[in-house]
């Protein structure tokens, strides 16, 4: 079942006894996350860089449909930019109920998924009534034509406080973050046409009311203060990470990861 939906991949309800998995950790895995498995490991088709572990980290090749892994092994799961990928998205999930008690996953949002669509990605995905619903791109006939990734992932992130604070005053728009515990509830290609419509017809003012909720005047002078700090905050912690940090010392790639894995 959902428990929220964290800002960020660096809000989780983590604690420091978890043993905790990463399934598809990929060119960029969570510092706390003490196993990684990952699939394709001689392609880079499903990310954007080379795999890459920390050495506190150990690494296994594995299909997360199939996880090797006992029930319960895991405290907590993550599984950040993966799910759109996959190809049987209800075994994928119930793999990591069975393996996990709590986790999260994050997802490009249905807008997202317009602004900067992939090939790669596999399914549309939404949440409705705190389930995942997933719909495959095919059955809809969505169309991966014009990609502003590169606009919004990159040059605005990096070029545009204005883009920085509306990322964090609404963290929802471009990605959906999803925190579980004990189960995962999902909908694979429903077939209620008041599901389907969310994804096949423009949106309307009820429907972006329905996923993204009007905030007070107050909530958003508050919301908008706490993000211009945490900015700040960000950009301090980057200045100090290089000035005092080796990034050799801390992180490797796969290759040379395989005397610890």
């Known amino acids: 079942m959902k428990v929220r939906n964290p800002k960020s991949r660096n809000h989780l309800d983590i604690k420091s006894a978890d043993y905790v998995l990463e399934v598809g950790g990929g060119h960029n895995p969570h510092p706390r996350s003490n196993m990684i498995v990952d699939k394709f490991i001689d392609s880079n088709y499903h990310r954007n860089g080379d795999i ?22 895991f405290d907590y799961v993550i599984c950040n930019q993966v799910l759109e990928h996959v190809e049987n998205p209800a075994k994928f999930l119930d793999e990591q109920s069975r393996v996990a008690k709590r986790g999260f996953i994050e997802v490009p949002s249905l807008i997202g998924e317009h602004l900067f669509p992939k090939i790669s990605h596999k399914w549309l995905i939404l949440e409705i009534d705190n389930a995942l619903v997933l719909v495959e791109k095919e059955k809809v006939g ?8 590169d606009f919004f992932l990159d040059y605005l992130p ?8 509306l990322q964090r005053t609404h963290p929802y728009i471009e990605t959906t973050r999803y925190e579980w515990e004990n189960k995962i509830d999902y909908v694979i290609n429903p077939t209620d046409p008041e599901i389907l419509k969310y994804f096949t017809t423009p949106w309307n003012m009820d429907t972006i009311n329905k996923f993204i909720p009007k905030k007070s005047l107050g909530s958003e002078v508050i919301s908008m203060v706490t993000a211009m700090a945490d900015i700040i905050r960000s950009m301090v912690k980057s200045k100090l990470i290089k000035r005092f940090s080796n990034k050799n010392d801390y992180k490797t790639t796969l290759q040379e990861s395989k005397s610890y894995l």
């Not at 199939?66 to 092994?73: A, D, I, S, T, W």
């Not at 990096?158 to 604070?165: A, D, L, N, V, W």
Request: aromatic content about 16%; glycine content about 8%.
């Open 52 to 73: 890459k572990v920390y050495k506190n980290q150990k690494f296994l090749s594995a299909d997360g449909e199939n996880l090797p892994f006992k029930n319960n092994e």
């Open 158 to 165: 990096k070029r545009s406080i204005g883009y920085k604070i």
């Open 142 to 149: 969505f169309k991966t034509m014009c990609d502003f990734g």
